[in-house]
């Protein structure tokens, strides 16, 4: 968990879930959020992760951060979902002159609406009343025995934090004056990797540099990347007791415990077809078959609360 400097307090709160610049609903100790960018398949991702923690009765509600350029219809959809809605802008690298999603990930930190925030990808679904507690700390082998690795290092894919306006002027501001962190992935993944890939190392590099004083890792438990399965199988633990998966899509760099980078040849669960690598596994079979059992669950779409009908005098 990421502690911050002293909170805002928001001037007024959200009643219903309406698109809002800048602003999410108040009024819970805390919030899962997630981004959402393009017209593509991801909303389905999103969709799946509202239904996965209504199915586990979480009492924080799920707020999407919208880039420009998302179709009306999937507003829509992600409101007739319960999912609190809110624009945010991307942020633009002039030194990879574009703008990487990855770096927009900054901006989770100007949402202060809410105390404590935890983010998770598109591709993560829940199967754990909440996530905001040491216990995912305390319950990480790499964090208790350090395994083969020499240090930690940031995770981008899920985290908790606390929202600090301050925080996030001082990444904004800092993100282009300092260099990524020296590490053996910046070495080994720049010299011949997309913008994209590029973007990601660098925003994971400034992170870890930002936060290397008080960044704890989260438990595989509570946040098994699906690579770990076939990458570090004997770290894995059953696969029945792991609370939160994150599934990765193919053709984005994994982080290896080993100090190194590995190209994931993997799937996201809507794009599974059985012939990528490594996904003929029954293990790998069996998770993506519960992704779809949550996402096909008509009992765990979203049911507003019944208005009070008042009986006349």
């Not at 020499?150 to 934090?161: I, P, R, S, T």
């Not at 008509?298 to 609360?305: F, G, R, V």
């Amino acid at each position: 968990m990421v502690p911050s400097q002293s909170l805002n307090k928001p001037s007024s709160s959200i009643t219903s879930n309406i698109l809002k610049e800048g602003k999410v609903a108040d009024g819970l100790p805390g919030a899962f959020v997630t981004l959402l960018a393009g017209n593509g398949d991801d909303i389905m991702g999103v969709v799946c992760l509202a239904k996965g923690l209504r199915k586990v009765k979480s009492a924080y509600p799920l707020v999407v951060a919208v880039l420009p350029g998302v179709p009306e219809g999937h507003l829509q959809r992600l409101e007739s979902q319960g999912c609190i809605l809110t624009k945010i802008q991307p942020i633009y690298s002039t030194q990879l002159g574009c703008s990487v999603i990855n770096f927009t990930k900054l901006r989770l930190w100007d949402l202060f609406d809410y105390p404590e925030e935890e983010h998770g990808d598109c591709g993560v679904v829940y199967a754990v009343l909440d996530c905001f507690c040491e216990k995912m700390s305390a319950d990480n082998p790499q964090y208790n025995i350090k395994l083969c690795q020499e240090k930690l290092y940031f995770n981008d894919g899920l985290f908790v934090f606390e929202p600090s306006k301050k925080t996030f002027n001082y990444l904004v501001e800092t993100l282009e004056l300092i260099p990524p962190t020296p590490t053996p992935f910046a070495v080994q993944v720049n010299s011949n990797a997309t913008q994209q890939h590029f973007g990601l190392m660098k925003i994971l590099d400034y992170l870890n540099k930002s936060f290397e004083d008080v960044y704890q890792p989260i438990s595989l438990i509570y946040n098994l990347n699906l690579p770990m399965l076939w990458n570090h199988s004997e770290h894995v633990v059953d696969v029945d007791r792991v609370k939160v998966i994150h599934y990765c899509a193919k053709g984005f760099y994994y982080l290896l415990l080993t100090w190194g980078m590995a190209l994931v040849q993997g799937s996201l669960p809507w794009r599974y077809t059985e012939e990528e690598e490594n996904m003929q596994r029954e293990d790998v079979k069996l998770l993506v078959k519960k992704w779809w059992d949550v996402y096909n669950d008509e009992s765990l779409d979203y049911k507003p609360p019944a208005e009070d009908s008042l009986e006349p005098d």
